[in-house]
């Protein structure tokens, strides 16, 4: 069973998909929201678009609770890694049976150690990406191709396996 999706998208398809948000943990943050950079307050992105539209506005808006500046709620270079949700990511991974890799270079770290940490707690690692990685040699299974087209063909191969 799927226990979560750990993710670096900052788009948020994955709960477009229909995965349930507590099983989502969005390491780079997520573009939905806008936080403030000193009480780390969030707002709802459509919020500030409507602000900045309403009142035909070219500069950021600020806090209304400490007056600091917002920014998208997303991990820029050079900031730090949210700590609950990297801690919670690093829980998951050392407690998983299997971590499926898919469409990640592998190279961003700290997003990067998570499948090495699920392969010393024991888990089976299964990366899909089209080139190689600096973790395959880790893997029980790499896969190289697109990501949704390999997907798709495990769905369709599953499919027949389990109705046959």
Do not use: W
């Amino acid at each position: 069973k799927l226990d979560c999706i750990v993710t670096q998208n900052i788009d948020r398809l994955h709960h477009k998909a229909g995965n349930l948000p507590e099983k989502i943990i969005e390491i780079h943050g997520n573009t939905a929201f806008a936080i403030c950079l000193n009480c780390r307050r969030l707002y709802p992105r459509d919020d500030i678009q409507k602000l900045l539209e309403e009142n035909d506005v070219i500069e950021a808006p600020n806090c209304r609770e400490c007056k600091g500046f917002l920014k998208d709620a997303t991990i820029s270079f050079g900031q730090p890694m949210p700590e609950e949700e990297t801690t919670e990511a690093m829980r998951r991974v050392q407690a998983c049976d299997l971590m499926l890799t898919l469409g990640s270079s592998l190279v961003v770290y700290p997003a990067a150690y998570l499948p090495r940490y699920a392969h010393e707690a024991g888990a089976k690692l299964i990366i899909i990406n089209m080139a190689a990685t600096p973790l395959d040699h880790l893997a029980d299974v790499v896969i190289r191709g697109k990501t949704g087209e390999v997907l798709r063909e495990i769905v369709e191969e599953v499919k027949i396996r389990l109705s046959g």
